[in-house]
């Protein structure tokens, strides 16, 4: 089978597994880069409803030119672009906010920019009516994350992890996809170059010394096989978790799992 083919059907076959409706308002959350692009590009190709999403991360030019791309590609596939402005929203640049958070807890660039960004997804998508958020996610981010949590002790923190987010039931989530859950990085790498996509290939300069980036050296030199692997006899071996009760923070109101959110955990002084 042609890569592209591949990837395509693979794709395909992640999207009916976890039934995704034709029907359903989906907002993929685009960041410049491969990954989304790539999940957008199929998406669309497949006959989804689509809108796209993007953070302005306000770093730079690495930002300007990732909000380039993004509204390139809504142009090219003629889908409404919604921009968060996270300086104007946030009341500084995302580099800026990690540092002062930084300085305060003990956590790594990226575990801070993620959580954010999340708390950001969920707010704007319930607003903008979406029944389904898309992330870029890959096989690659899977495998380093499942393997994060099992060095740090705590692999239950992986027992929800999947192509669609399970469990969580609650009028105020929306519910997050990963098409690509199951296609690894250089697939996406390769697809996107063959496509010609507008995509910003460097990696965000504020991800300089995280943790994923170590274990990434590590799962580099694991065939696709051993990766795809590793995923698939987690999801064997997988508890069955029940429904988790939600609650709502008490500092902004949306949903989490204990009485203050992680975002606003992280941004209390
Ligand atoms: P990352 O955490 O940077 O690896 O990104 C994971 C996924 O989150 C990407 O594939 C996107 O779907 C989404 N994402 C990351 N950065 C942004 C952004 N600035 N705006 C919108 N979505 C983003
Ligand atoms: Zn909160």
């Given at each position: 089978m042609k890569p592209s083919t591949r990837i395509e059907s693979n794709v395909k076959?992640?999207?009916?597994?976890?039934?995704?409706?034709?029907?359903?308002?989906?907002?993929?959350?685009?960041?410049?880069?491969?990954?989304?692009?790539?999940?957008?590009?199929?998406?669309?190709?497949?006959?989804?409803?689509?809108?796209?999403?993007?953070?302005?991360?306000?770093i730079g030019d690495y930002s300007e030119r990732c909000l380039n791309a993004v509204k390139k590609l809504c142009k090219d596939l003629d889908i409404k672009l919604h921009v968060y402005d996270f300086k104007k929203e946030m009341g500084?640049?995302?580099?800026?906010?990690?540092?002062?958070?930084?300085?305060?807890?003990?956590?790594?660039?990226?575990?801070?920019?993620?959580?954010?960004k999340k708390w950001i997804l969920n707010k704007e998508a319930r607003k903008l009516k979406a029944d389904k958020i898309a992330t870029g996610h890959n096989l690659d981010d899977e495998v380093q994350t499942f393997?994060?949590?099992i060095f740090k002790g705590s692999p239950e923190l992986s027992a929800n992890s999947g192509p669609i987010t399970k469990n969580i039931k609650d009028k105020k989530f929306v519910t997050r996809i990963k098409p690509l859950f199951y296609v690894s990085e250089n697939e996406i790498k390769k697809y996107s170059k063959e496509k010609k996509l507008p995509v910003v290939y460097d990696k965000c300069p504020c991800a300089?010394?995280?943790?994923?980036?170590?274990?990434?050296?590590?799962?580099?030199?694991?065939?696709?096989?051993e990766k795809l692997n590793i995923i698939k006899n987690f999801e064997k071996l997988r508890i069955k978790t029940k429904d988790?009760?939600?609650?709502?923070?008490?500092?902004?109101?949306?949903?989490?799992?204990?009485?203050?959110c992680k975002k606003c955990e992280l941004m209390k002084k």
């Open positions: 076959k992640t999207l009916k597994k976890i039934k995704i409706s034709k029907r359903e308002k989906i907002l993929v959350a685009l960041s410049g880069g491969k990954d989304s692009t790539v999940t957008a590009w199929l998406l669309k190709k497949f006959g989804y409803k689509i809108e796209g999403f993007h953070i302005d991360l306000k500084s640049g995302m580099c800026y906010l990690r540092s002062a958070v930084q300085s305060k807890k003990n956590l790594k660039n990226c575990a801070i920019c993620g959580v954010i393997l994060m949590n300089l010394d995280s943790y994923r980036i170590q274990v990434r050296k590590f799962t580099e030199k694991l065939t696709e096989k988790k009760k939600i609650n709502y923070c008490k500092m902004c109101g949306e949903p989490s799992r204990k009485d203050v």
